[in-house]
T-cell receptor
Framework: RKEVEQDPGPFNVPEGATVAFNCTYS??????FFWYRQDCRKEPKLLMS???SGNEDGRFTAQLNRASQYISLLIRDSKLSDSATYLC??????????FGSGTQLTVLP | GAGVSQSPSNKVTEKGKDVELRCDPI?????LYWYRQSLGQGLEFLIY????????KSGLPSDRFSAERTGGSVSTLTIQRTQQEDSAVYLC????????????FGSGTRLTVV
């Protein structure tokens, strides 16, 4: 089993739609969680951190469920510019940084 | 510097040659990671530095790969006797401490072995 698993998609949604991605992790000792965004042929960029209490940044909401070992990202009112690959990232107790394989999102006009 | 700087941005080399890739992290960042990403694939962990030491080298794919970091700053990733399967984008990321606030990536070195 992979340490961090994501549904690779692709997710093709119309503009204005709400879309949700999930990511599961296997190491219960994992300490920090992030969502990164990667555009085609570009480096990953931090989108947001994920906390147990949940956090929201504009149209984006991230949640962490430690009991079930998954994190989620919700994007509301999708824009064309949201089209990218979304990477789930987990930091383990030994400080290793593990990436999911990414979920590809395409927002259609 | 303002961001993580990697050089060269592109490198084309002949099979069997050695290459050296450089990463200059954000000033003051103690943690530094190397990843590689093949076309259309996810990020593959290579090695992690905390300061000048590398607690985790488990991702280096073979003994042709080595990395060092000196002065807690610049890191170099060396690939000896390059093979075609080494072709990928090599990404470096750095963070303050152990990355609780996330990691910043450089724009990568695109290595092509011909």
């Amino acid at each position: 089993r992979k340490e961090v698993e994501q549904d690779p998609g692709p997710f093709n949604v119309p503009e204005g739609a709400t879309v949700a991605f999930n990511c599961t992790y296997s190491n219960s000792a994992s300490q920090s969680f992030f969502w990164y965004r990667q555009d085609c042929r570009k480096e990953p960029k931090l989108l947001m951190s994920v906390y147990s209490s949940g956090n929201e940044d504009g149209r984006f909401t991230a949640q962490l469920n430690r009991a079930s070992q998954y994190i989620s990202l919700l994007i509301r009112d999708s824009k064309l510019s949201d089209s990218a690959t979304y990477l789930c990232v987990v930091i383990g107790s030994a400080r290793q940084l593990t990436f999911g394989s990414g979920t590809q999102l395409t927002v259609l006009p | 510097g303002a961001g993580v700087s990697q050089s060269p941005s592109n490198k084309v080399t002949e099979k069997g040659k050695d290459v050296e890739l450089r990463c200059d992290p954000i000033s003051g960042h103690t943690a530094l990671y190397w990843y590689r990403q093949s076309l259309g694939q996810g990020l593959e962990f290579l090695i992690y530095f905390q300061g000048n030491s590398a607690p985790d080298k488990s991702g280096l794919p073979s003994d042709r790969f080595s990395a060092e970091r000196t002065g807690g700053s610049v890191s170099t990733l060396t690939i000896q006797r390059t093979q075609q399967e080494d072709s990928a984008v090599y990404l470096c990321a750095s963070s303050l401490g152990w990355g609780r606030d996330g990691y910043t990536f450089g724009s990568g070195t695109r290595l092509t072995v011909v």
